[in-house]
């Protein structure tokens, strides 16, 4: 069976594509920190779809957690890797800004996603297929008023899309950049630090993106023919232009 490795498994985006690609008959390796909710998911998935489900528990900002779990895999192949993990943390000016937000979104967003792909890179090389799907932002095409570090976050990720398609072309491996605007997941209420009224404002007054829109594209940019790849991938609520533009509020 294909086999997909997904991070940020254990809510959001990263759940609802463990479910669609369970769904369509991959096995899946699945990643977060938090253990009880990653047993939970891989018992109901491998139970209703029969697919194997392994859990790796690890903060993908560790770099030798990173290698160690990875490693931990002996020599299994995998086709699909998601760099989804991610988070914003906070909404402020850069005077106001709190740089232990800074660093916990650095250090997710961008150097756990260089970490996760550095220890994964020689399997898909050396396997000459594969697909690497990063999960980028709307926030990554345009900077919105507050967003200064976690906007620097994604357009990293935008950059990196591009660098890893450069490098991947003569191994064969599809580098998908997937944009998403606002989706309601438990994003907010971890920029707001458990606030949940102000969380829940987020998406008033519009209909957000659902986790299981973002899943159906990735799945379908998966499932193209072998010679096709889609690079960028820009997707929004129909209220939505870009990160700046919403007929919705912005926080
Ligand atoms: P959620 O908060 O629902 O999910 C985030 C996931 O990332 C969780 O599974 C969490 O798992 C994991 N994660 C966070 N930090 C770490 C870490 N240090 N180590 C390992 N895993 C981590 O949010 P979303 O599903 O919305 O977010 C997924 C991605 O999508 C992020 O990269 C986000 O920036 C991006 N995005 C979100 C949008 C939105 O509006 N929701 C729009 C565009 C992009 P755990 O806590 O168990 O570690
Ligand atoms: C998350 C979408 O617009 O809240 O990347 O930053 S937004």
Redesign the pocket.
């Known amino acids: 069976m294909p086999c997909i490795f997904i991070?940020?498994?254990?809510?959001?985006?990263?759940?609802s594509i463990a479910k669609r690609f369970a769904a369509g008959g991959y096995d899946l390796i699945l990643?977060?920190?938090?253990r009880d909710?990653?047993d939970r998911i891989q018992s109901e998935l491998s139970q209703t779809h029969g697919v194997t489900v392994t859990t790796l528990c690890?903060?993908?900002?560790d770099k030798q957690a990173v290698r160690t779990s990875i490693e931990s895999l002996g020599e299994r192949g995998i086709d699909i890797l998601v760099n989804?993990?991610?988070?914003?943390s906070g909404l402020s000016t850069l005077d106001q800004g709190d740089t232990d937000d800074w660093d916990l979104m650095i250090d997710?967003?961008l150097k756990?996603l260089l970490y996760v792909t550095h220890a994964l890179l020689p399997r898909l090389t050396a396997q000459k297929q594969g697909h690497i799907i990063n999960?980028?932002?709307?926030?990554g095409k345009n900077v919105y008023k507050n967003g200064n570090v976690y906007c620097a976050t994604?357009f990293a990720v935008d950059a990196l899309s591009q660098a890893m398609r450069i490098e991947l072309l003569p191994f064969g491996v599809k580098v998908t950049a997937i944009?998403?605007?606002?989706?309601?997941?438990?994003?907010?209420?971890?920029r707001f630090k458990g606030d949940e009224a102000r969380a829940r404002a987020v998406y008033e007054g519009f209909q957000?993106?659902r986790?299981e829109d973002i899943a159906d594209v990735a799945w379908y940019c998966a499932q193209l023919p072998p010679h096709v790849c889609i690079n960028d991938l820009t997707m929004t609520c129909i209220t939505q232009a870009n990160s700046v533009y919403n007929l919705g509020p912005r926080p």
Do not use: C, H, W, Y
């Open positions: 991070t940020g498994a254990s809510s959001g985006f990263g759940l990643t977060g920190r938090r909710r990653l690890f903060d993908v900002r989804n993990a991610g988070l914003a997710t967003n756990g999960i980028g932002s709307t926030a994604k944009n998403p605007g606002a989706a309601e997941t438990e994003f907010s209420l971890v957000p993106l986790p």
